[in-house]
Structure formats: structure tokens, C-alpha cells
């Protein structure tokens, strides 16, 4: 089983380091086009050929490890992808990390070797042709019903002259994109169980190019929900989603169950959900950080606050009771009555 999740951790760093850097290419370069002038320009361009072959050998080592493993193992491994780019990005690209960050990666890093250990004596049972079409089934419904909840908010954000995203059209973006994504995997390994089961090998690259077309639409959905939406909001629940999408889908549609030892089970269900927390943690490191701050800095200053008036407080009991402050009445009464013989 450490054989698919090592290709699983090489296929997501190929992918995930090798879009940054196509993306760090593309800030010299024009917008992509079929033109010969542009084309060539790409071609010669280091850091973006470097990308996108990275991108293709990860697609590759993706497609080896769903050969090898249960998809129900490799989708959650993939996850980590963020983990090695995130390391990648602040030892290549200097970027800075917070304490969220390294407890993300950390996590994440826990969860892979639960599902490692736990997915030694996982195996899946055959393909059943049945359960195909209703898994297929549920997916067109729960699309149209995203796609109904998307257009009525749509039209009344419209109705109402809002301009900026609802927080549901961010979720459900990213959703359709998690969801397309598990899905390019649970067909690409259904076309290996295929393979395995003795079906004819035209099945396995036509399986493969509908993966591929998956996986297009679903970065068509991330896309559009990255360019009007927060990107916190869409890249949180895309990856969730996928990790939800394939391990319940392998399960239900594909015929891969959890293993027969509790100790192996609890492994494996720990892995799952540390995966899930450690991505969690590392798309939305930068706004925790800066909710933390904001909630430290609030109660900072109202502790402040609350020291000041304590100490006004104690200040003004102490200037009252001194008793070179107090006048008793009899003694300014002796005064005024003075006072006013001496001017008779």
C-alpha cells in the first residue's frame, strides 16, 4: 500500500508545484492563444515548460497509483498535495508561513500514514456494472440541484442589486469542483477495475478521457468561483468535496470497503479525517491568523480598559476618604460666623 500513496504524494506535488510555476511563468508571458508568435514564446519559457511537465508527470503518477490502490485511499492522500506546496512555496519561493501552516502540514503528514497503516488490509471486491448508473444518477441530480440553488440566488442578488458574491454561490462553486474532481478519479480507477475484471481495453482510455473532461469542468467551476468569490471559500470546500466525493463513491459505487481490523479501520478513519483538518487548516491559514490577532488584540484591550477604571476607580475612593480632604460642618460654620464678626 506505500507503494500508490508514495506515487499519490509525488503525483499531487507534481501537479500542485508544477501550476505555480506555470503561473509564475505566465507573468512575462501574453495570454495563451493558438498563435505561432505566442506558442513559442510559452515553449521557451523555462519555468512555465518546467510546470507543466511537472503537471503531466503528475497526471501520469496519479493515473499508476489509482491502478495500483482503492480510490477511497488515493483521493484523501492527494489532499497533501497542498502540504508539499506549501513547503515548495516558502523554501523555493520565500514565502512566509505561520504556526497554522506547520500545524496543517503537520497534520496532514499524520493522516497519510493512518491511512497508509490502515489501508494495508483494505481491499476492494468487484465491480458491480449496477451500481454504476445509479451513482451516475445521483451525481446529475445533486448537480441539478446545486446548479437550481445557484440560479436563485443569482437572480435575487440580481432582484436586490448586489454586486459582490453570496457566500452560498462560493460554497456551491466549490462544491461542484470538489465533486467533479473526486469523480475524474473514481472513473479513471473504474476503468483499471475494468481492465482487471477481463472487459475489453478500449474501456480503460475511454474511461481515462472522460476523467480528463471531469476534471476540465470541474477547474471550469473553480475558476469561476476564484474570480468573483473569496478564494478561502471555494479552494476549502473544492478540496473537501473531492476527498468526501471519491472515498464515498469508491465505497458505494465501486465496491471498496473498510478493513476487517479495528485497529486497521481506526487507522484509516483517523487518517481521513486529519487529512480533511490539516487541508482545512492550511487554505484558511491566513485568515485564522488574522481572526486570532483580531480577537487577542479586542481582548487585550478591553483587559486594558478594565485596569484603567480598576485603578480610577481605587484612585478617587482614596482622594474621598483622606481626612485632610473631609471639612466637618461645625468647623465651617465657626469660620463663616468669624468671618462675619470681623467684618461687623
Given at each position: ?12 506535488a ?14 512575462i508571458?501574453p ?15 523555462r ?8 503537471d ?14 482503492p ?7 492527494s489532499?497533501?498535495?497542498l502540504?508539499i ?11 512566509i ?30 465491480i ?30 440580481r432582484?436586490?442589486?448586489?454586486m ?6 462560493e ?8 465533486i ?17 475484471q477481463?472487459?475489453h ?73 486529519l ?5 482545512i ?28 477604571g ?35
Amino acid at each position: 500500500m506505500w507503494e500508490p500513496i508514495c506515487l499519490t504524494l509525488a503525483a499531487a506535488a507534481g501537479n500542485n508545484i508544477g501550476k505555480v510555476l506555470q503561473k509564475k511563468g505566465t507573468v512575462i508571458l501574453p495570454p495563451l492563444s493558438f498563435k505561432l508568435k505566442v506558442i513559442r514564446a510559452y515553449a521557451f519559457n523555462r519555468a512555465w515548460i518546467i510546470g507543466f511537465l511537472m503537471d503531466i508527470f503528475g497526471a501520469v503518477l496519479m493515473l499508476r497509483a489509482l491502478s495500483l490502490a482503492p480510490v477511497s485511499i488515493i483521493q484523501p492522500v492527494s489532499g497533501c498535495g497542498l502540504a508539499i506546496l506549501s513547503i515548495f512555496s516558502h523554501f523555493y519561493l520565500k514565502e512566509i508561513m505561520n504556526i497554522v501552516d506547520w500545524m496543517g502540514i503537520t497534520l496532514a503528514g499524520i493522516g497519510t500514514i493512518g491511512v497508509g497503516a490502515g489501508g494495508e488490509e483494505q481491499k476492494a471486491s468487484e465491480i458491480s456494472i449496477f451500481r454504476l448508473p445509479w451513482l451516475a444518477f445521483f451525481i446529475t441530480i445533486l448537480f441539478v440541484l446545486l446548479n437550481g440553488w445557484l440560479h436563485f440566488y443569482k437572480r435575487q442578488r440580481r432582484e436586490q442589486e448586489l454586486m459582490e458574491f453570496e457566500v452560498v454561490e462560493e460554497i456551491i462553486y466549490g462544491l461542484e469542483s470538489g465533486i467533479l474532481f473526486g469523480m475524474a478519479s473514481v472513473i479513471s480507477k473504474t476503468g483499471f477495475l475494468f481492465l482487471e475484471q477481463g472487459f475489453h481495453e478500449i474501456l480503460v482510455p475511454i474511461c481515462i478521457l472522460i476523467s480528463i473532461c471531469c476534471s476540465a469542468t470541474g477547474f471550469y467551476y473553480q475558476t469561476r468561483g476564484l474570480k468573483h468569490g473569496r478564494a478561502i471559500v471555494v479552494s476549502t470546500c473544492a478540496a473537501v468535496a473531492s476527498i468526501i466525493t471519491g472515498v464515498v463513491a469508491g465505497m458505494l459505487a465501486l465496491g471498496e470497503e473498510l478493513p476487517s481490523s479495528p485497529t486497521a479501520r481506526l487507522f484509516l478513519l483517523l487518517g481521513w479525517l486529519l487529512i480533511i483538518v490539516g487541508v482545512i487548516l492550511l487554505v484558511s491559514s491566513s485568515r485564522l491568523i488574522r481572526r486570532l490577532t483580531w480577537l487577542y488584540r479586542r481582548f487585550k484591550q478591553s483587559g486594558t480598559d478594565r485596569n484603567f477604571g480598576h485603578r480610577s476607580g481605587s484612585s478617587v475612593r482614596i482622594r474621598d476618604s483622606s481626612p485632610s480632604a473631609i471639612i466637618q460642618t461645625t468647623t465651617l460654620q465657626n469660620l463663616l460666623s468669624s468671618k462675619a464678626k470681623a467684618d461687623s
